[in-house]
């Protein structure tokens, strides 16, 4: 039985290796990539998701053996240069570190290894620096190693890290979070965002009886079974109208679409049409009120209204995934920038400052479920001291001087924005950059989407080279387009990231020092 089950995954493997490959390389005749995902299975779709095609004049390498001399700082073949020391690292993790790194999410910079952080910048193991617009994935709005951050953390490893029990810092971080939120009456902590998504999604079911759960294509809400799904979606979708929920990754049960229902962003018509046959069974929707998995996608005037009465009207609850947009888009998160206010929200990343703590939070009645464990919520490091403190510490630096951080990081991202569009005017590429200014998109398209299926028509080749070309010239954003912005970063970064793009764009792609 397992010599036909690896059978079978090698047959699927390299048909898909040829697929992508014939479609990367042009070949004649040859039909397209997405018209051949549509007639596989489902495990070839998974197995092919993640695979990467590198190309060196005819050469291909096996997408399914790693490089082990690949390193984007330097050039795609490997060389020489000045990168001995991180090459051995990565290396030597490689052989006792599953992959070679610590989640999933950092296959793009694998081979990046760094060695120490301050403010807006990073340097790698051979001294390399580079302008840091990856954050850790969002959670430092401060930078890194702030002094207010370093102090707090300081003073609790004095007076002791955890208890297990109510501590003051836990006390006054909930007093913060209550008076930032407008949804939230009653608030609990969790280490992650994924742990927050499922209290609340635990929540949402036990007070309305009910177990289905709305989602978006192209929202992600952690990496549990339950909600990692239609994700990053490339085939059995279903219609736009009509989406399919499509699981994310080999492992996860096929029982996981059952009480899944997939809607399309910013479809007035579609959400109406999927609430008339499944309001009565839907116990929550839940949505990035600022999505950024998938490069930014702006909620349409009126949209957030529409989930707010049509969950109102079947009894479902309304829950604002800020795990991203809290604390970064504005104190209050999407819930304060669009005046909308949800039923449960979920928090995390800026929260505090890159310390492991997450929570959720929402109206009284509903939050009163966890009193006495009618419903439970466990966890050993919940609501840890040293934690709590840091990020209280975050949370006030945030509301100091009436928000004036945020402020900078607003005016600091509209100008990045506005310096990208201009580079991109000038050089003719087909691009575009947009956000809310403290999280940056550049698109694929000279178009800014409106769903992600709008996303699945950019040019994600164009985008790719782009981040391993900037990688090389010392700025580190996130592999899709994204720049996040921190209280660290100055007008001289953001200059001199708008000349490294320019850089890259007519020096690096048009003459192809960017190119596999």
Known sequence: ??????????????????????????????PTAQRLYSACTY?????????????????????????RDFNPMRNETGGSGQQDRSAGLTARLASVLAGGMGSGGRYEHRDLFIAKGKGAHVEDADGKRYIDYMLAFGPLILGHAPRVLSEAIAQSLETGIMFGAACESELLLAEEVVSSFPCVDKVRFTNSGTEAVQSALRLARAYTGRDKILKFEGHFHGWADNVFISVKPVAHMGLASHPKPVPMTPGQPKSVIDDIVI???????????????????????????????????????????KLRTLT???????????????????????????????????????????????GFG???DIMSLLVDNAVSHLGT???????CAGALAVLRELKRDDQAVLKHIQQLGKELIAGFNQVFRETGAPLSAGGPGAVVSVYGSPTIPRTYRDVLSHNKELLSRI????????????????FMISAAHTEDDIQETVQMMKRVLTEDIKSGGACP
């Open 43 to 67: 495990d070839f779709v998974l197995i092919t998701y993640r695979l990467q095609i590198t190309r060196s004049g005819s050469q291909i390498c096996a997408p399914h053996r790693q490089r």
């Open 381 to 387: 490091y919940n609501s840890g001291a040293l934690s």
């Open 467 to 482: 981040h391993r070309a900037l990688l090389q010239r010392g700025i580190w954003s996130f592999a899709r387009g994204t």
């Open 263 to 305: 809607a399309t962003w910013n479809d007035f018509t579609g959400i109406e049409q999927i609430m008339s046959r499944h309001g009565c069974e839907i116990a929550a929707i839940i949505l990035e009120p600022c999505p950024t998995n998938n490069g930014f996608l702006e909620v349409a005037p009126g949209f957030l209204e």
């Open 1 to 30: 039985m397992k010599a036909r089950i690896r059978l079978r995954m090698q047959v699927q493997l390299h048909l898909g290796c040829a697929v992508i490959v014939a479609h990367s390389l042009g070949v004649p005749g040859f």
């Open 362 to 364: 929402g109206r009284d």
């Open 312 to 358: 109102s009207a079947y009894g479902s609850i309304l829950i604002f995934d800020e795990v991203v947009s809290g604390f970064r888009m504005a104190l209050g998160g999407g819930q304060e920038l669009y005046a909308i206010v949800p039923d449960l929200c979920t928090f995390g990343k800026a929260f505090a400052g890159g310390l492991p703590i997450a």
